[in-house]
């Protein structure tokens, strides 16, 4: 039998997990710059996770999923940025990262978000609708890796900026600042 899996909105309660989650998903990765826990806590330091995901699975946290605004050069409103999205090691590749995906962009366009961009494996995003995108570029970022959602059929041009905390390289000052939970959590079997 499958556990399974609920997906929910981060709580005070989650940090210490969604720290231990990130760090142990992306210790292995030689593209990251191990950063990504600092990101974490500079988003929320700063009031900026949007969408903030957990993943339990026999009431543990086993996964997150993080959204937040970014700014386009062309002055298009209400993109955001998918990331990080972690899983534990040995609850990867069992369609726990693509549920948290699905959630979050679900809940993105509930708050009538007009899309979504990341830094990512080239293949692995596709499969959500994610494309590399002419004329909309990160900067410093190879275009094979950076992609762009569309929900209302409008890409925008130029360049994407993401929000200041992923520059984050060490540990944040202690602040949370949740969002008020919606009442819009699922349960999926994994």
Same mark, same amino acid.
């Given at each position: 039998?499958?556990?399974?899996?609920?997906?929910?909105?981060?709580?005070?309660?989650?940090?210490?997990?969604?720290?231990?989650?990130?760090?142990?998903?992306?210790?292995?990765?030689?593209?990251?710059?191990?950063?990504?826990?600092?990101?974490?806590?500079?988003?929320?330091?700063?009031?900026?996770?949007?969408?903030?995901?957990?993943?339990?699975?026999?009431?543990?946290?086993?996964?997150?999923?993080?959204?937040?605004?970014?700014?386009?050069?062309? +002055?298009?409103? $209400?993109?955001? *940025? !998918?990331?990080?999205?972690? #899983?534990? /090691? %040995?609850?990867?590749?069992?369609?726990?990262?693509?549920?948290?995906?699905?959630?979050?962009?679900?809940?993105?366009?509930?708050?009538?978000?007009?899309?979504?961009?990341?830094?990512?494996?080239?293949?692995?995003?596709?499969?959500? +609708?994610?494309? $590399?995108?002419? *004329? !909309?570029?990160?900067?410093? #970022?190879? /275009? %094979?890796?950076?992609?762009?959602?569309?929900?209302?059929?409008?890409?925008?041009?130029?360049?994407?900026?993401?929000?200041?905390?992923?520059?984050?390289?060490?540990?944040?000052?202690?602040?949370?600042?949740?969002?008020?939970?919606?009442?819009?959590?699922?349960?999926?079997?994994?």
């Amino acid at each position: 039998m499958k556990p399974r899996m609920f997906i929910r909105n981060e709580t005070p309660d989650d940090i210490d997990a969604i720290t231990e989650v990130t760090i142990a998903a992306f210790k292995t990765l030689p593209i990251s710059q191990h950063t990504e826990q600092f990101i974490i806590e500079a988003l929320r330091a700063a009031k900026a996770l949007t969408v903030s995901l957990v993943v339990e699975v026999d009431n543990r946290v086993i996964g997150h999923i993080a959204f937040s605004p970014v700014t386009l050069s062309d +002055g298009t409103p $209400n993109w955001y *940025g !998918l990331g990080p999205v972690s #899983v534990l /090691p %040995e609850y990867q590749r069992k369609g726990i990262g693509k549920a948290l995906i699905e959630e979050g962009l679900s809940r993105l366009k509930d708050l009538k978000a007009q899309g979504c961009c990341l830094v990512g494996h080239p293949e692995y995003y596709k499969q959500f +609708g994610f494309e $590399n995108v002419s *004329g !909309l570029v990160h900067e410093g #970022v190879p /275009p %094979e890796v950076f992609f762009a959602l569309s929900f209302d059929g409008h890409i925008p041009q130029g360049d994407v900026n993401f929000h200041e905390a992923f520059k984050a390289d060490g540990p944040q000052p202690s602040a949370y600042h949740a969002r008020p939970a919606r009442n819009h959590e699922v349960t999926r079997s994994v």
